[in-house]
């Protein structure tokens, strides 16, 4: 158990650190004989679908960019959804749309995409930029003062689109024939802006020894992303984490009910399910799903009580499928549904640990006590559930696995009696009319019928003779 505890932490932290965003490219650092007094440039990488916590991230960007005095923050951005509502996302955009600092929104590296009402960022910030292979769309209806405009807001209404139709689109302010590749590129764009009363210095020219040109970054860049704790919170508000975490935990919990006492089990399965429920909270989630895994979780339990995977473990695995399937609503544009991956992973491993696992660890449990069993040959108990042919009974301070002859089935409260131990299984019989009563009785019955029979005696006589000739 203890084992099962510590590699689950292990896949826990895994799981976080999958989901906390890369750094950017070093490239970026200023060079050896850049000038000292330029005010740095900031970037945040805004990562996953846009929480609360990113929220409050790219609001606390804003604020440290004006303490110290920042001449840019860049947002990198790679989002495929909103999942905040549309106050707290105003408050954003007007944030965005009236802070002193130049605010740049880059969409990349290539690949990246923007969807959702939160790509209405692009119409405040001040310089706007994509990568190639990038795309944005499903901004839904306008919000406060954002909002595109006549044809561009249509077509991203419901629909999305990529370089080539940003362009003629004109979405972002920046947009080369190539885009803006890198995140190096974005900084480069900055160079000699006037935005707000002052002219950014990010870049300048330098001749090689070849006698080449090129533009070598003079202001220092700053990487920032999200503390530890803050990104742990993000990481599980993403469907295919809060959904493992879910199983997970619960698989624990039930888990540890049926072992002895409160163990390192029963804190995993507890943390993974609170964390579970706060990414739950964020993603928009169905609530008949979420309580049709709880009832799954009770179908598995009541045949992991008897240790023998039966029709209730048939419910639970068909009840945690459809849940699974259907335990996230979708994004315009984004299925939130887990990947097959992770799907395979949560059903496959719930089907493995209620059909092998659970019922070994019950068998274990209830044959704890090895040593010296012979005593229990003769004990009387009693049934804990029907035993027809295998049940549970109850014999002494512990419950066993038992098995009684199919004529003499036992009923839950019946008074039973050991007659063998085979393996971890007792052989257990009623106190009266056990099997082995009616073959006793069959036998006696056999035993009357051959003396009352004469031509048993004579043939008793014959041989008698015949042996003293």
Not at 139 to 157: K, M, N, S, Y
Not at 175 to 198: A, C, N
Not at 361 to 388: K, L, Y
Request: glycine content about 10%; some cysteine; charged content about 20%.
């Amino acid at each position: 158990m203890r084992r099962l505890a510590i590699g689950l932490l292990v896949t826990l932290a895994g799981l976080m650190l999958l989901g906390t965003p890369t750094t950017a490219q070093s490239d970026t650092d200023p060079a050896p004989d850049a000038g000292i007094d330029i005010p740095r440039v900031d970037v945040l990488q805004v990562s996953g679908l846009i929480d609360p916590i990113l929220v409050d991230s790219i609001q606390g960007a804003i604020e440290r960019a004006e303490e110290q005095g920042s001449q840019a923050l860049i947002l990198q951005v790679n989002s495929r959804g909103t999942v905040v509502d549309d106050d707290e996302l105003e408050n954003l955009i007007d944030d965005v749309a009236t802070t002193d600092v130049p605010i740049a929104i880059w969409v990349g590296p290539n690949g990246a995409r923007f969807y959702g009402p939160a790509a209405q960022l692009l119409t405040v910030a001040d310089v706007t930029g994509m990568a190639p292979g990038a795309r944005i769309g499903y901004v839904g209806q306008p919000i406060g003062d954002a909002g595109f405009e006549g044809a561009t807001q249509d077509v991203l209404r419901n629909g999305s689109v990529g370089l080539n139709e940003a362009r003629a689109l004109t979405v972002f302010t920046e947009i080369q024939d190539v885009g803006v590749p890198t995140i190096t590129s974005m900084v480069e764009v900055l160079d000699g802006r006037e935005i707000e009363g002052r002219t950014l210095e990010t870049t300048k020219e330098v001749t090689t020894d070849s006698g080449q040109l090129r533009r070598d970054t003079t202001s220092t860049v700053r990487f920032a992303k999200l503390p530890l704790v803050e990104q742990m919170f993000h990481t599980v508000a993403s469907p295919p984490v809060a959904y493992l975490l879910l199983l997970t935990g619960l698989a624990l919990l039930v888990f540890e009910f049926f072992t002895a006492g409160i163990g390192v089990a029963a804190a995993v399965g507890a943390v993974c399910v609170v964390l579970a429920c706060s990414g739950l909270g964020v993603l928009p989630t169905r609530p008949w799903a979420v309580a049709l895994i709880l009832l799954s979780m009770l179908a598995f339990a009541v045949d992991v009580q008897v240790g023998i995977p039966r029709f209730w473990t048939g419910v639970g695995i068909a009840g945690t499928i459809v849940a699974s399937l259907f335990l996230f609503e979708s994004l315009p544009g984004t299925s939130l549904r887990p990947s097959w991956i992770a799907l395979l992973t949560g059903v496959g491993g719930i089907t493995l640990t209620f059909i092998v696992g659970m019922p070994n660890m019950v068998r274990t449990r209830f044959a704890t006590p090895t040593i010296g069993r012979e005593w229990m040959i003769g004990e009387e108990g009693v049934a804990v559930s029907d035993v027809d042919p295998e049940g549970v009974v109850e014999v002494g301070e512990g419950r066993w696995r038992a098995l009684t002859n199919r004529a003499t089935p036992l009923t839950a409260g019946d008074p039973v009696r050991v007659a063998a131990i085979d393996g971890v299984t007792l052989e257990v019989e009623p106190l009266e009319g056990a099997a082995r009563d009616y073959r006793e009785r069959r036998n006696k019955s056999d035993d009357a019928d051959a003396s009352d029979d004469p031509t048993a005696d004579d043939q008793a006589s014959d041989e008698n003779a015949s042996n003293g000739a």
